[in-house]
């Protein structure tokens, strides 16, 4: 049930990070994983061009201090 409210909240935004460290101490977690994945698309004539981005972070839930981090971003151009 405590996972299924966590999900409801990152869904509405009102997810709060600082209390993620209780909730996983509650279910047995030593990790928790977030991050987000967004596109921005640009057409130019006959090219579109769609770059996309990936952020990750690794936090620990004991001290919430951060294990890993990764940035990659892809740009993708398609002509027509």
């Not at 409801?8 to 909730?23: F, I, K, N, S, V």
Request: proline residues 1%; hydrophobic residues 40%.
């Amino acid at each position: 049930e405590m996972a299924e409210e966590v999900a409801l909240q990152a869904g509405t935004g009102l997810y709060d990070p600082a209390t993620a460290a209780q909730l996983g101490r509650q279910l047995g977690a030593k990790y928790y994983i977030t991050g987000k994945i967004t596109s921005t698309d640009e057409r130019m004539r006959k090219e579109r061009r769609v770059q996309y981005s990936l952020f990750i972070s690794v936090i620990e839930v004991e001290t919430s201090a951060l294990k890993f981090q990764f940035t990659s971003e892809r740009t993708k151009a398609i002509v027509r």
